[in-house]
């Protein structure tokens, strides 16, 4: 069974930090890429920041470069979001999703298949 479970979301002032932590099982890591997307009311949702499971570059959304961070650990099957220097827009419901394909270009909803519940990110100003 396919599951994958975030944390690590909350109510944070702007300009700190928040890391988001995602946890998946039932497949096999190695051959999917890993996505963090976020989504505000009445807007779709946005690719923040890819990579593959295996390794390799890393795809941002220009939004949030050179201030949010992706990387995991393959020990504990975890990926995760550093995030610093936040500010009000990042407000969102973020998601942790798993897919088959990565393009170190952009990110797609679409090419996501497996999919968290989401965690709550809200940037006070």
């Known amino acids: 069974q396919v599951q994958v479970v975030e944390s690590g979301g909350g109510l944070v002032q702007a300009g700190g930090s928040l890391r988001l932590s995602c946890t998946a099982s039932?497949?096999?890591?190695?051959?999917?890429?890993m996505g963090w997307f976020r989504q505000t009311p009445g807007k779709e949702r946005e690719g923040v920041s890819a990579?593959?499971?295996?390794?390799?570059?890393?795809y941002y959304a220009d939004s949030v470069k050179g201030r949010f961070t992706i990387s995991r650990d393959n020990d504990k099957n975890t990926l995760y979001l550093q995030m610093n220097s936040l500010k009000a827009e990042d407000t969102a419901v973020y998601y942790c999703?798993?897919?088959?394909?990565?393009?170190?270009?952009?990110?797609?909803?679409?090419?996501?298949?497996?999919w968290g519940q989401g965690t709550q990110v809200t940037v006070s100003s």
């Open positions: 999703a798993a897919g088959p394909y990565y393009n170190p270009k952009q990110m797609r909803p679409e090419w996501y298949n497996y």
């Open positions: 039932g497949f096999r890591f190695v051959d999917y890429a």
């Open positions: 990579m593959r499971w295996s390794g390799g570059n890393t």
